[in-house]
Structure formats: structure tokens, C-alpha cells
């Protein structure tokens, strides 16, 4: 429409200043209706006279009509830009509060996160610190059970020696006395706590590499947890004013493998819980091979005690076996020199007899040569008869004792000699069991030692 521009120049002159806030909300204002004339009668320009002079389209009424128009959507146009602005104004500020308060959300939450993250990183410290210190004990108390175990060799060596050293006992000494069970007994509780022990220790090695291998997962758990709290501590310091931050639109996104809050706290809770149950289980082992190893000693050292027992009791018996040995000896031998001096006493009491049996025979022979009636049966002949028989007879007692008293001899030498081979029999036990066998003993290892302490 025409006067356009004019229009719009009168409009910014009435609008000289920005109205005040409008209180009631805007509305379009009711459009002011204009009755226009037609253009009739004398003075209408519809007659053909005035055609050629005819320059106007619109009449002077439609002129300020069109000026009211573009005052009012002026009007309008002002009040609803205030309006907008008023909105925008209120709109940016709000953002701004929603943009700030959802920032201090985010940090407020990051540093909940990091307290978390904190709390699970010295709980897992604490759990590794403890678990590392508990290997270390049980390192100690392996190291205890190797020694021990080392230690077990010099028993053994000891008890399998006197065993074979007792072997070489002559008949009747060879005989299974309570040492010898005894021995034996040393012997198998050896090999049995041997056993023992080298099963301890491949508990206790197992145990060990089950610490390691807990406290390896704990570590890389905590190692994952101070790294995630330097990103998250990072996160943290970040502001508006930054200058390390920038636009990342891909990042606004779930991962698929994420863990949620209870997952991750399971995690390290799970974590933990399996390298306590491990620590507990180190910690009673420890105990156990604590009690084996003061067992294990006592044993071998009531056992020693008992073997050193019978030893002494049994020397004392060999002691006591040769002494009287030696005593009846002594007897044997004064016996067996009575004897000889018996022997040679008859020995010369029946050659004493041969002078009267030559004698009283050389009587008898004479006289037989007594002439005639004188070879009488005389009273002498009776009595020199008698004596030649009683010389003969005691000349038969006497070989007859003889005989006896030699083969008592023979006795006597056979005695002397057994009793001299039973007394070296008894030395060579004496010998095997004293100067052998106990004295190797004085090697017995200490408590200490046996305990696995040196």
C-alpha cells in the first residue's frame, strides 16, 4: 500500500522511549470500524469530464485508516518484542541456574564418587597390606617346618645306625630287647613325622601361592581403583574457566559392559572377602604348624628320652650279667686249681702204693717158696693176702677218682672257657651299646632344632 515508509518513520517517532513493563498481559486491541461514502453525487468524480484529472486510488478516509493500521501493528510489534525479550531474558537465566545447579550435581557426585573410590581403595590397601604380611609369616613358619624337617635327618641317621651297630651283638646277646623296639619305634615315628612334615609343607607352599594370587587380584583392583580416582579427581577440578576442556559429543552414551554401583561394589567387596577367607586360612595353618612342629618335638624328644632309658637300663643289665660272669670265673679258675693239685695229689697217693704193693707182693712171692708142709695158710699169708687186696682196691678207688677228678677238670676248662667267651660276648655288647651307640646319641639334636628355630 502506498506511504509505507512514512508510516513506519511516524511510528518510531511516537515510540520515542521503551514503554513500561506491561502489567496486564497483551491482547489485540478491537479494530475501529470506518463507514467509508461512496462516491456519489454532484461531486463524484464518475463523470466522464473529470476522467483525464483522477490521481488518488483511496480516499482521505482510507488514508488514516491505513496510518491507524501501522500505528497499532507498530504497538503490537513493540509489546511483543518486549514480551519476547522479557521471556528470552527469564529463559537464559534459568538455563544459567539449571546449567550451574546441574554442574555442582555433577561435582557434588564426583566427589560422593571419590570418597567411594577411596573408601574400597584403603580397604583393599589394608586387605593387601595384611595379606602380604600374613605370607610373610607363613613363609617363616615354612622355613620352620623346612628346618625342621632337615633336622629330622641326624635322628634317623642316628636311630638307623644303632640298629645296624646292634646287629653286629654275637649270640645269645643278639636277642630283641626293649632297646631294639624301642629303636624301632624312634625309626617309624621318624619316617612318620617326616611324612607329615613334607605334606605340611606343600600345604603350607600351596597356601602361599594362594595369598600371592588373592593379593594379585587385590592389587590390580586397587591399582584400577587409583587410577579411576585420578580420572575422577581430575573430572573434578574441571570449571567453565578450563582451558583443557572441549566438545566430546560421542562420549553422551552407556557402555554396554558397564558395571552398575552394586556390581562394582560387589566387585571389591567379593575381592576382599576371598583374600580374608585366604588370610584366615593362612593365619589357622600357622597355628597348625605351630602345635605339629612343638608335637613333632616332644615326641621325638620323649622318644630319645625313652630309647636313652632302655639303653641305660640295658647297659646296667650287661654290666651286672658280666660282673657276675667274672665272679664265677674267678671261682672256676680257683676251682680248676684245686682241682690240678687234687689231681696231682692222686696221682701221687697211687704212686705212693706201689712201694707197699711191691712190698706185701714180694712177701707173698718169697714165701711161696716156703718148703714142704711149711707153706702153710698161715695167719701172715691170710693177712698179706688181704693186704695185697686192699691195696689193689684202693689203688682202683684212687684211678677211679682220678678219672673223675680229670674229667671234673675237663668240666672246669670247658666252664672257664665259656665263661670267658660269654665275658667277651658281654664286652662286645657292652662295647656296641656304651661306646656305639650311646655316645653317637650325645648328637641327638636340641628342642630348638627339632622346632625348626635354628
Not at 15 to 30: D, N
Not at 62 to 70: A, I, K, M, V
Not at 285 to 313: P, T
Not at 432 to 445: E, F, G, L, S, V
Request: charged share 30%.
Amino acid at each position: 500500500p502506498a506511504g509505507g515508509p512514512g508510516a513506519m518513520a511516524q511510528a518510531g517517532v511516537l515510540l520515542t522511549k521503551e514503554p513500561a513493563p506491561q502489567a496486564v498481559p497483551a491482547s489485540h486491541l478491537p479494530m475501529k470500524v470506518y463507514e467509508t461514502a461512496l462516491n456519489t453525487g454532484p461531486d463524484s468524480s464518475s463523470g466522464l469530464a473529470t476522467a483525464g484529472f483522477r490521481t488518488a486510488k483511496y480516499l482521505p478516509a482510507e488514508w488514516y485508516q491505513s496510518n491507524n493500521d501501522l500505528y497499532h501493528k507498530a504497538s503490537t510489534g513493540c509489546e511483543q518484542g518486549e514480551r519476547g525479550r522479557t521471556e528470552a531474558k527469564e529463559l537464559a537465566e534459568r538455563a544459567a541456574a539449571t546449567a550451574q545447579r546441574a554442574q555442582q550435581d555433577s561435582t557434588a557426585s564426583l566427589g560422593q564418587r571419590l570418597r567411594d573410590i577411596h573408601f574400597w581403595k584403603a580397604e583393599l590397601q589394608k586387605e593387601i597390606e595384611e595379606l602380604d604380611a600374613e605370607t610373610g609369616l607363613l613363609a617363616a613358619q615354612k622355613l620352620r617346618l623346612e628346618r625342621a624337617l632337615d633336622a629330622t635327618e641326624v635322628p634317623y641317621a642316628i636311630a638307623t645306625d644303632n640298629l645296624q651297630c646292634r646287629e653286629r651283638r654275637q649270640p645269645p646277646d643278639l636277642v630283641s630287647d626293649e632297646v631294639e623296639r624301642e629303636l624301632l619305634k624312634e625309626a617309624e615315628l621318624i619316617r612318620n613325622i617326616q611324612e607329615l612334615l613334607k605334606r605340611t609343607l606343600m600345604q603350607a607352599g600351596n597356601q602361599m601361592r594362594l595369598n600371592r594370587d588373592h593379593k594379585e587380584v587385590c592389587e590390580m583392583d586397587w591399582s584400577d581403583k587409583i587410577e579411576t580416582y585420578n580420572i575422577d579427581d581430575k573430572c573434578g577440578r574441571y570449571s567453565n574457566q578450563s582451558t583443557n576442556i572441549q566438545f566430546h559429543p560421542s562420549s553422551v552414551k552407556f557402555e554396554e559392559s558397564a558395571s552398575t554401583p552394586e556390581t562394582w561394589a560387589k566387585f571389591s567387596h567379593d575381592n576382599i572377602y576371598r583374600a580374608e577367607r585366604e588370610k584366615l586360612a593362612s593365619i589357622n595353618l600357622r597355628a597348625l604348624i605351630d602345635n605339629i612342629l612343638h608335637d613333632v618335638s616332644e615326641d621325638l624328644r620323649m622318644q630319645c628320652a625313652a630309647v636313652n632309658e632302655a639303653f641305660a637300663k640295658r647297659c646296667e643289665e650287661l654290666d651286672d650279667a658280666k660282673h657276675k660272669l667274672e665272679h664265677h670265673l674267678k671261682k672256676i679258675l680257683k676251682e680248676i686249681g684245686d682241682q690240678e693239685a687234687n689231681i696231682a695229689a692222686l696221682k701221687q697217693a697211687i704212686k705212693d702204693k706201689e712201694a707197699p704193693m711191691k712190698v706185701a707182693q714180694t712177701r707173698l712171692y718169697d714165701r711161696s717158696f716156703r718148703p714142704n708142709v711149711e707153706l702153710c695158710r698161715d695167719e701172715a699169708q691170710f693177712r698179706l693176702t688181704g693186704e695185697v687186696e686192699e691195696l689193689t682196691e684202693s689203688i682202683e678207688s684212687l684211678k677211679k677218682k682220678l678219672l673223675e677228678s680229670e674229667q671234673s677238670l675237663r668240666n672246669l676248662e670247658d666252664t672257664r672257657m665259656n665263661l670267658e667267651k660269654e665275658i667277651a660276648v658281654k664286652t662286645n655288647s657292652i662295647f656296641i651299646d656304651r661306646q656305639k651307640c650311646m655316645a653317637h646319641r650325645t648328637h641327638y639334636p636340641v628342642v630348638l632344632k627339632l622346632a625348626g628355630y635354628q
